[in-house]
C-alpha cells in the first residue's frame, strides 16, 4: 500500500469518527463530556482537513463528493452506538491506541509534510489520550464496558495493517492472532449508507455550490 | 466535588478566579477545566483547587481610622503651598 | 455588602443603586427564587438550543462549516454549564433542573421549540437568533447578582463568534445560486415571528419584578427595538425580505410592527411547540439511557455532578 492510500484510510477514518462522535452533541451523559467530545470531534475533523489537504486541490470535494462505495474508512468508526456509552468509550480507547501506533509510522515519513503533519496529529491526540484513559480506569471493572472492549476486539484490529496489529495486542494483552479474527477495510458495515447519505445531504442538494 | 478554577490568560499576568467546574476527582477536573477554560486559546495555564481547599479572609476590621495608611491620610498641598512662599519660590496662581 | 441581613426594602435600594450580590451574601428569599427562575430559564434554553442545530453538524457541506457549527454547540453546552453551576450555588442542584426540563416542568425560550428544515436555518439561526439573544445577554452583564454577570461576560465573548459564523453561512448563499437564496429567503420567512416573539410581550420595566431587582437591566420592547434597529437594515441590504408588511421604521427612530401573537408565545413555551415533545423526549431517552454511567461511574462524587 502506498503513503497515499494508508493518508486516504487516515482522514476517511479521522472524518467518521468524528461524525460519530458529534452524535452525542447535547445528549451525553454530563455535560462536561458533551464539551469533551465535541473537542475530540473537531480536532478528528481538522485532522482529517489535513490531510485532505496534502491529497488534493480541494478538500471538501475530496471529503464530500465521493460516492458511498469510495471511501477507505475502516468498520470499526462506521458503527452507530449512541445512546450506548460502554461501546463509544470502547471504541475511543481501542482507536486511540491503535491511531498512535500508525502515527508514530507517518512520523517517520521521507516526505517532511507527511512527518510534520504527523507529529502535530500526534500532539493533539494527546487530549485524546488522556481523556480515554481517564474513562477507562473509571470503566474498567464494569461488565458492560468489559463486554463492549471484547466486541470491538476485532474491529481495532482491523484499523491497523497487519504489521501493526502485534504492538496493539501487547497494549491489550490480547491475541492479535489477526487472519481470522480481524474486521478487515473494504466492506462497509450496514450502518454505513445512512451515515453518508445524511453526511452528504445538504452538498448534493446544490451540486457545486460554494456554502 | 466542585474545582475553582483559575486562569493565567497571558504569560506575565496573575492567576485569576475563572469560575469552577463539577468533576468527581482531579483528573476529571482537568479535563473539564481545560475544556471550559482553554478550548478557545483564551488561557495559557489553569489551576484548579477542591473548594474545600479555600480558605476565605474577609475579618477586615478598621475601627479607629488608620488614616496613615491611606493616601487621603497626608494632606500636603497647604504645606507645600506655604513652604514655596517662604523660599520665594511661589508660581503664580493659575 | 453588609453581614447582617437588610429589611428587602434595604436591599432593594441597594441592587437598585448598582450594589452587588455575591453568593454568600444574605438575600431576600424572592430574589434568590425570582434568580433561580430566570438564571434556571436560561441554562435550559442554552441546552435545548443545542439540540435544532446538532443535526446541522451532521449535514455541513464543508469541514470549515462543519468544524465552526461543531464549535458553536459546544459553547452552548458549555454555557449550560456555566449557567447551571450558578443555579446550583444559588441553591438548586443542576440535577433538578435537568429533571424538571425532561418533565416539561420548566420553561425554556420560544425559538427553540421550533423545527429547522433547511441549511438556510442554520444561517439565519446563527445570525439572527444569537443577535436577538446577544441582545438580552449584554443587559444582563450589569445583573446585581455578580457571579451570574461574571460569566455574562464570557457568554457574550464567545457569543460574538457565532453571529459572524452566522452572517458568513448566509452571506455565501445569498452570493451562490438561485436555489442558495432561496433557502435563506424561505428560512426568514418562518423564523421571522419566533423572533419577533423572542424578547417577551411588552411588559412595562417598572411592573417587572425582574428588572425591579436589577436581575436584568433592560424591559422586553426595549430590547427588541434594539434588535430591530441593528438588524432590520442588515437583512434589508442584502436583498431579502422580512415577512411584516408593516414593518417599519418611524421619524422618531422607533420600529412598527403587526402585534405578535402573545397567545402563540404562551402556549409554546408552556410546552406546546411544534418541536418541543420531540426534544424533550430524546434527551429523556438518552438521559435514562446513560443514567448508569452517572450512577455506576460518578456515585462517589458531587450529587449535583449529572446531565
Not at chain 2, 80 to 85: S, V
Request: glycine share 6%; with cysteine; hydrophobic share 40%.
Amino acid at each position: 500500500m502506498n503513503e497515499r492510500e494508508r493518508l486516504l484510510r487516515i482522514a476517511d477514518d479521522e472524518l467518521v469518527l468524528g461524525w460519530r462522535d458529534s452524535e452525542w452533541t447535547g445528549i451525553a451523559p454530563v455535560l462536561e463530556e458533551d464539551v469533551a467530545f465535541s473537542s475530540i470531534a473537531q480536532n478528528e475533523i481538522g485532522h482529517a482537513r489535513a490531510i485532505y489537504q496534502l491529497l488534493a486541490e480541494d478538500a471538501d470535494a475530496l471529503a464530500f463528493d465521493r460516492d458511498a462505495a469510495d471511501y477507505a474508512c475502516s468498520p470499526l468508526v462506521e458503527l452507530r452506538f449512541v445512546p450506548d456509552w460502554a461501546r463509544t468509550i470502547a471504541r475511543r480507547v481501542l482507536y486511540e491506541a491503535a491511531d498512535e501506533l500508525r502515527i508514530a509510522r507517518l512520523k517517520e515519513s521521507d516526505e517532511p509534510e507527511v512527518a510534520g503533519l504527523a507529529a502535530k496529529i500526534d500532539r493533539e491526540e494527546a487530549y485524546h489520550r488522556m481523556h480515554a484513559e481517564m474513562w477507562h480506569t473509571r470503566l474498567r471493572d464494569e461488565p458492560r464496558y468489559r463486554d463492549a472492549l471484547e466486541e470491538l476486539w476485532p474491529y481495532a484490529l482491523g484499523l491497523l495493517d497487519e504489521d501493526d496489529r502485534p504492538s496493539l495486542g501487547e497494549r491489550f494483552g490480547r491475541a492479535s492472532n489477526t487472519v481470522l479474527l480481524a474486521a478487515e477495510r473494504g466492506v462497509h458495515v450496514e450502518d454505513w449508507t445512512e451515515l453518508w447519505e445524511e453526511m452528504t445531504m445538504v452538498r448534493r442538494s446544490v451540486p457545486g455550490a460554494a456554502w | 466535588m466542585i474545582y475553582e478554577v483559575f486562569r493565567r490568560e497571558r504569560r506575565g499576568q496573575p492567576f485569576e478566579h475563572a469560575g469552577s467546574v463539577a468533576a468527581p476527582d482531579v483528573a476529571f477536573a482537568h479535563a473539564y477545566a481545560h475544556e471550559q477554560y482553554g478550548r478557545r486559546g483564551e488561557s495559557v495555564a489553569l489551576w484548579v483547587v477542591p473548594r474545600d481547599a479555600i480558605h476565605g479572609v474577609e475579618d477586615f476590621v478598621d475601627e479607629l481610622g488608620k488614616n496613615y495608611h491611606r493616601v487621603d491620610g497626608y494632606s500636603l498641598k497647604a504645606k507645600l503651598k506655604e513652604a514655596r512662599e517662604r523660599a520665594g519660590t511661589a508660581a503664580p496662581d493659575r | 455588602m453588609a453581614e447582617k441581613p437588610l429589611t428587602d426594602q434595604e436591599f432593594l435600594a441597594y441592587v437598585q443603586g448598582g450594589g452587588q450580590v455575591e453568593v454568600d451574601d444574605w438575600m431576600p428569599d424572592d430574589y434568590r427564587a425570582k434568580l433561580i427562575k430566570f438564571i434556571e430559564m436560561h441554562g435550559n434554553s442554552e441546552l435545548m438550543g443545542v439540540l435544532p442545530e446538532r443535526e446541522w453538524i451532521l449535514r455541513a457541506p464543508t469541514l470549515q462549516r462543519k468544524l465552526a457549527l461543531t464549535a458553536k454547540v459546544q459553547d452552548e453546552v458549555g454555557h449550560a454549564q456555566l449557567i447551571y453551576r450558578v443555579v446550583e450555588d444559588l441553591g438548586k442542584p443542576r440535577e433538578q433542573c435537568l429533571e424538571d426540563l425532561v418533565a416539561g416542568r420548566a420553561k425554556f425560550h420560544n425559538v427553540f421549540h421550533y423545527p429547522t428544515k433547511t441549511w438556510g436555518d442554520v444561517g439565519v439561526i446563527a445570525w439572527l437568533v444569537d443577535a436577538a439573544a446577544i441582545i438580552s445577554q449584554k443587559a444582563l452583564l450589569k445583573c446585581s447578582y455578580a457571579p451570574y454577570a461574571r460569566i455574562m461576560k464570557k457568554i457574550c465573548w464567545e457569543e460574538s463568534f457565532h453571529i459572524l459564523h452566522g452572517r458568513d453561512v448566509v452571506l455565501t448563499m445569498m452570493l451562490g445560486a438561485d436555489e442558495q437564496r432561496e433557502l435563506v429567503q424561505e428560512a426568514l420567512d418562518r423564523w421571522w415571528a419566533p423572533l419577533m416573539m423572542f424578547h417577551g410581550n411588552p411588559i412595562p420595566a417598572e411592573n417587572d419584578p425582574v428588572v425591579e431587582w436589577r436581575i436584568k437591566t433592560q424591559g422586553n420592547e426595549e430590547a427588541r427595538q434594539q434588535f430591530l434597529e441593528g438588524y432590520v437594515p442588515q437583512i434589508w441590504e442584502l436583498g431579502l425580505m422580512v415577512p411584516d408588511p408593516k414593518l417599519r421604521r418611524r421619524d422618531d427612530g422607533v420600529w412598527e410592527y403587526t402585534e405578535p401573537d402573545w397567545d402563540e408565545l404562551r402556549h409554546v413555551v408552556t410546552g406546546h411547540g411544534p418541536r418541543t415533545e420531540e426534544r424533550l423526549g430524546l434527551r429523556r431517552l438518552t438521559r435514562d439511557e446513560t443514567a448508569w454511567v452517572r450512577q455506576v461511574v460518578l456515585a462517589d462524587s458531587h450529587r449535583a455532578y449529572a446531565a
